[in-house]
């Protein structure tokens, strides 16, 4: 079915049918109002009446949103969280959502907005001794990737332990080089209402459950889909596993010695478990889980050609790996369902998009330096980094690589302006997978 015609905020819209072929539209969207740092974070029984559109009106309903109609494979049973969304990674097409704009607390997904906002600030090179002042604001309980005083890491080490063990010890660090927690809540708030994050109240940069702090499914997924432009981003987000510096001791012998240790990302659509397989496709993203937040979780998989982001919040069921079994099924669904079903709904582009050529700077190499690709040495902790590995992909790549280059989306150009219009905001190429 044809997709329907895309919402675009625009400054200036210069529309012509004989240059584009197609008519363009711009109603207004609108956010919910900001909730108040004071307010409670559990959630309600229920999603509000009124919530923001952006993105689309339907978006703003509460309740499943699906256009179902002969040819499209109905909805998965069984799906539990109090708020998803599906959605075409490339086109930003949505698929389908449940409450997609529903406040919630996001536990350790926040962290790819923080990811996103502070990636491209430092080199992943540059080194940090630890002083007691930059974990002095660890909340208690948090997950910790084993960081210590007096130690020094490298940029490079402090991300894999963001990603891969959520380690809100990390995150503490990377804020005390970004000049402290304060400036760096700032920034993530600055940089989600440029992504049109509306949704989203930062109060603590790891996630950490805190008065007032909310997030959506929406915002979160456009949180991934812009950290997913970034090269480094790309990297972490699919790293299964990696060597991170330990503390240093004195051998046996007597001498000073600082040995590393395995850790292990904790996404099991990655990884695996006892009772998930790695899911076939999966290339990232991020996982949280906290007491008010319950269970959160964004996934981006690849099948042949197709990237799909999904995101899942809070499952009332309390299943063992319930978040990823939801995000799996709703991922199957999403491949039988595209190109069949009508959207419901978009991803939109950031505020800034469109003066910009897409991928212009989407390399996101941390502070420019190196070329991240998967493998690189550059420092302490990087010797025993491993890639994901897919599984196999059917009439695909026999499992060597399960996320497919996504090429540039085109851009309209209306001659006398020179404007752009019906502005698609694609991935650049997502990533390849090794052995």
Known sequence: ????????????????????????TAPASFAAPKPSPSASVTPSATPPAGMSTVGGARLGRPGTQVE????????P?????????????????VLAAHNAHWRLAPASTLKMLFADTLLPKFPRTDKHKVVPSDLAEVGSGSSMVGIKED?????????????????????HVLSAMNGG??????????????????????????????PGQVSSAYDLTL?????????DFREYCSTVRAQFPGETKKSRKGKLVRRSFEIQ?????????????????????????????????????ERNGKVLLVTVMNPEKDDHNEVYKETAQLLDWGFLASGKVTPVGELVAPRGAAGAQPGATASGEAGGAGDGAAGSDSGDGDSGKQ???????????????????????VLALLAAAVFLVNRRWPLPELMRRRR
């Open 223 to 231: 949180f991934a889909r812009s950290g997913l432009q970034k090269k």
């Open 265 to 301: 990302n904790t996404n099991r659509l990655l990884t695996g478990d006892y009772d998930i397989s790695q899911y076939r496709g999966i290339a990232g993203v991020k996982n949280g889980n906290t007491t008010n937040a319950g269970s959160t979780f964004t996934g981006v998989a």
């Open 77 to 93: 049973k069984g799906i539990t969280a109090r708020s998803w969304i599906v959605a075409d990674a490339e086109s930003g097409e």
């Open 151 to 171: 130690e020094t890491y490298t940029v490079h080490d402090l991300w894999l332990g963001v990603f891969l063990r959520s380690g809100n010890d990390a995150v």
């Open 387 to 409: 890639a994901a590995v897919g599984a196999a992909e059917s009439g695909g790549s026999g499992g060597v690589g399960i996320a497919a280059a996504i090429t540039a989306g």
């Open 1 to 24: 079915m044809p997709a329907p015609e895309k919402t675009v905020r625009r400054s200036l819209l210069v529309a012509s049918a004989a240059l584009l072929s197609v008519a363009l």
């Open 181 to 210: 927690v304060d400036a760096t809540v700032e920034a993530m708030n600055r940089h989600a209402e440029e992504l049109q994050a509306l949704d989203t109240e930062v109060i603590s940069p790891d996630g950490y459950d805190a």
């Open 68 to 75: 179902l109609a002969p040819g499209v494979p109905v909805l």
